[in-house]
């Protein structure tokens, strides 16, 4: 396990009579890129729920650094170090950034908001992750895309973590903005940040990650290295009837 930051052994969650995970299990290198792709529904959305500690697993284990989990409160996630970004981004358009980066945790000084030392302070987180915003005082409405997933990612690691989990970090949003998007999880990628990233773009998942991991039905049925494969067969993975071998 020295090398792996997760490990999610046989993970089981039922909504009614739907079971969106039926025994899901993978695992995270220290300070890799690891993707998730599979269909719409197959439960990979439900998986990051569960890592991030809001929703209750029914069955299965998380293993963290040395220490096994049956299920994460949100609290003991961020205690684990485990920080997510949500596919909807959960941003309050007409705040700024630093606002934003600040949202439920603002800094005060007596009676008052700080916001000068809001402002440094996410100047500095977002001087760390590598995301340029001109102006920290315009509402996140207004800026791109890829400004949008920065500021998410800067409120994610406001706090130091050790794992980041992303969900569709780069759908709807245009080529560049993808692309500034991806930049940011390669620089965080370079100092070290193990990251656990869905996507439907089986492209940009070619790009960035080191290991993948096909989910169908509920189940990672796949589990490769990027290097040791090709889009097209992946392609075929994620469409397969069959459950191949698991690594
Ligand atoms: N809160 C819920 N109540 C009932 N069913 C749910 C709930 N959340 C998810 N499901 C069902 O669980 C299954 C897995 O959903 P999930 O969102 O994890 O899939 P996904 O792989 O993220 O899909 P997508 O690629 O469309 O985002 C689906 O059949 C979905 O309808
Ligand atoms: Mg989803």
Same mark, same amino acid.
């Given at each position: 396990? =020295?090398?792996?930051?997760?490990?999610?052994?046989?993970?089981?969650?039922?909504?009614?009579?739907?079971?969106?995970?039926? /025994?899901?299990?993978?695992?995270?290198?220290?300070?890799?890129?690891?993707?998730?792709?599979?269909?719409?529904?197959?439960?990979?959305?439900?998986?990051?729920?569960?890592?991030? !500690?809001?929703?209750?697993?029914?069955?299965?284990?998380?293993?963290?650094?040395? %220490?096994?989990?049956?299920?994460?409160?949100?609290?003991?996630?961020?205690?684990?170090?485990?920080?997510?970004?949500?596919?909807?981004?959960?941003?309050?358009?007409?705040?700024?950034?630093?606002?934003? #980066?600040?949202?439920?945790?603002?800094?005060?000084?007596?009676?008052?908001?700080?916001?000068?030392?809001?402002?440094?302070?996410?100047?500095? @987180?977002?001087?760390?992750?590598?995301?340029?915003?001109?102006?920290? %005082?315009?509402?996140?409405?207004?800026?791109?895309?890829?400004?949008?997933?920065?500021?998410?990612?800067?409120?994610?690691?406001?706090?130091? !973590?050790? #794992?980041?989990?992303?969900?569709?970090?780069?759908?709807?949003?245009?080529?560049? =903005?993808?692309?500034?998007?991806?930049?940011?999880?390669?620089?965080?990628?370079?100092?070290?940040?193990?990251?656990? @990233?869905?996507?439907?773009?089986?492209?940009?998942?070619?790009?960035?990650?080191?290991? #993948?991991?096909?989910?169908?039905?509920?189940?990672?049925?796949? /589990?490769?290295?990027?290097?040791?494969?090709?889009?097209?067969?992946?392609?075929?993975?994620?469409?397969?009837?069959?459950?191949?071998?698991?690594?």
């Amino acid at each position: 396990m =020295e090398d792996l930051i997760l490990r999610v052994t046989d993970i089981r969650k039922d909504y009614g009579h739907i079971q969106a995970l039926q /025994g899901a299990s993978l695992s995270v290198k220290r300070g890799s890129i690891t993707a998730v792709v599979g269909d719409n529904g197959s439960g990979k959305s439900t998986l990051i729920k569960i890592l991030s !500690g809001n929703i209750k697993p029914d069955g299965g284990s998380i293993q963290v650094g040395q %220490e096994s989990y049956g299920s994460l409160s949100i609290k003991n996630a961020m205690e684990l170090g485990i920080r997510t970004v949500y596919q909807d981004l959960s941003l309050d358009n007409y705040k700024n950034s630093f606002e934003n #980066i600040f949202l439920g945790a603002e800094l005060t000084r007596g009676p008052f908001l700080d916001r000068r030392a809001m402002k440094e302070e996410a100047g500095a @987180i977002l001087e760390r992750i590598n995301v340029a915003i001109p102006d920290l %005082e315009e509402p996140v409405g207004n800026l791109s895309g890829g400004q949008r997933q920065g500021v998410a990612i800067a409120r994610a690691l406001r706090t130091p !973590g050790k #794992i980041l989990l992303l969900d569709e970090p780069t759908a709807a949003m245009g080529i560049h =903005e993808s692309h500034s998007a991806m930049n940011i999880l390669r620089s965080l990628k370079e100092q070290g940040m193990s990251q656990l @990233i869905i996507s439907h773009n089986i492209h940009q998942v070619f790009d960035i990650a080191d290991y #993948i991991w096909v989910m169908r039905l509920g189940r990672c049925i796949a /589990g490769v290295a990027t290097a040791d494969t090709t889009p097209q067969q992946l392609q075929e993975l994620i469409l397969s009837r069959e459950n191949q071998e698991v690594q």
